[in-house]
């Protein structure tokens, strides 16, 4: 009988590849529906989306904490449905909720950690104080986790999740609750040590400024699908210089301005919001020549054609407004 092969970590790009992933939970939610992703090696992923999206129900996939319905979803070359103890060893996760014993001391918390990934005990103590210091928690050793800010107790769980210095590390709402200076103190103190130590980030997030700063990719989810999926740039290029607002000089060419808008083969959408016109279209500069242009032919005059610059909000609203549809 030939003996299996198992990949070795992929000597390759990609640190994971998910392909037409779909799970439903027993009481019948089909919470994905079918998602395909690939992610870099080396690369800050965040997955954006609404409440129930399943964002975290793809960060446990990954983790092998739950098994998929359908699909396959890999890790460092590693089938997350037969290889788990391979991906265990190699990834860290931090959950949405907390995770840390809260009756705990920060030392104790990441010395169980240390052990239950078997770090040998004379390297364990220069571990737990590196990180200790990497993520502000020196003066807080001997407190109780229960007794820590919610900003510093989010940064003692992800010291923990990254004890072992795994090669993928995945955050599930790492800033979830947390005010303004701790979030931003948390990505300093983050992506520092995920430069250091050269690991692969996927997180989800609510936070689209935490998507913009960091995230050298996203993908927005809703309802069990990616919507829409890119660098923050693309993403906002798709759309930017296709919001255009044109305002009239006369309010009762209205209704003409909109007939000929629609004659415009790549508008793709057109409202008129009182003396004012929203439309999607082309992104190029050919595009408003001739929306103006078509305009002047009919004698309809306007006053002022501005391209909306669009923001990750922008993106993340338009694809996540109507995606869900009941029927699926
Ligand atoms: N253990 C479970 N059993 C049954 N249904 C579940 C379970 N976990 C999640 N779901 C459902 O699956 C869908 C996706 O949930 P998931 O937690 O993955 O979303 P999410 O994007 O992480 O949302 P949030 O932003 O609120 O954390 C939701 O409808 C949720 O109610
Ligand atoms: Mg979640």
New binding site residues.
Partial sequence: MPMATHPTETGGTVAVEIDQLEKT???G?H?LRGINLSIEKGSIFALL??????????MRTLATLTQATAGTAKVLGFDTSTESSQIRQKIGYVP?TKCSDPYASVRDNLLFQARVYRIRRGERMVRIDQLMSDFGLMDSASCMASQLSGGMRRRLEIAMGIVHKPTLLLL??PTVGLDPDARLELWDMLTKAVDRDKMTLVF?T?YLDEVDQYASKVAI?DA?RVMAEGSPAELKRCIEGKMYTVELARRSDGDAAMEIIRQIPRVTRALQIGGKLHITGGADHEFSQQLSQLMKSTNIEILSLQVAQASLGDVYTRVTTKAFDPSA
């Fill in positions: 939970y027993s009481g939610i919470a989306g609404p409440n129930g999206a399943g964002k975290s129900t793809t949405q599930d709402e989800s609510h989810i069990g």
